[in-house]
């Protein structure tokens, strides 16, 4: 089975850096994921990691340690638009996911 | 190019009715899935389907079946539906090779069993 935990909540300044932490512990590994998820719409996919260190995509940066059974994604220069929840999922050797049950990240201004 | 659509957009069910959501996808992926979500579990998966002609259990499969007699399309039936059912459900899909496998989403489905 899979048991993920991710922090529910996180409050942060426009302009801030915040950084949303994922624990796991899983039956076979085969990548973890992040998605957005903004109130009322569909999950998007933001970042895939198979391998240990930080992956960087723009103002997104999601790092994993593969022994640590931990991950976590980096917001920087947060943007109003960044409020959102924010998914942590492992996918086990089928493919399939498993979610945590998502940090809702409010950008105060 | 639409992606993933799903049908209705949202539902009101009397308890014991018969329902089905519909889910279409037009990226010829060959995996699809379905989940619910509720406030504080996240999405947890229902059935999944890795190619057309088959289909699989997933985490919370009970009250639910399933059908994958194409690529593309992808329905979720609930028998005889119960309050607990009420949730907004997600149909996914995503292609199973190399390191594309990322889920897509439709926009989900609003359902409310009374």
């Known amino acids: 089975g899979q048991n993920i935990d991710q922090p529910t909540e996180m409050t942060a300044t426009e302009g801030a850096i915040v950084q949303i932490n994922c624990t796991y512990q899983?039956?076979?590994?085969?990548?973890l994921f992040w998605y957005q998820q903004h109130a009322g719409e569909a999950p998007t996919f933001l970042s895939y990691n198979v391998l240990d260190g930080l992956e960087e995509k723009g103002r997104f940066s999601s790092f994993l340690s593969r022994s640590k059974g931990y991950s976590y994604l980096l917001l920087k220069e947060l943007q109003m638009k960044d409020s959102a929840s924010y998914l942590c999922?492992?996918?086990?050797?089928?493919?399939?996911?498993?979610f945590g049950a998502g940090t809702t990240v409010t950008v105060r201004a | 190019i639409a992606g993933i659509t799903q049908a209705p957009t949202s539902q009101i069910l009397a308890a014991g009715r018969r329902m089905t959501l519909r889910c279409t996808q037009d990226?010829?992926?060959?995996?699809m899935y379905w989940y619910r979500q509720d406030l504080g579990l996240g999405l947890r998966l229902i059935h999944y389907?890795?190619?057309?002609?088959?289909?699989g259990k997933g985490e919370v499969p009970d009250g639910y079946s399933v059908s994958r007699a194409n690529t593309d399309d992808f329905p979720l039936t609930l028998a005889s539906a119960v309050p607990s059912q009420t949730s907004v459900y997600f149909c996914a899909s995503s292609e199973q090779s190399g390191s594309s496998y990322e889920q897509y989403f439709g926009p989900g489905t609003r359902l409310t069993v009374t």
């Open positions: 990226m010829r992926h060959n995996a």
């Open positions: 999922a492992v996918s086990s050797n089928d493919y399939k996911l498993s």
């Open positions: 389907s890795n190619t057309a002609g088959t289909t």
């Open positions: 899983t039956s076979g590994f085969n990548g």
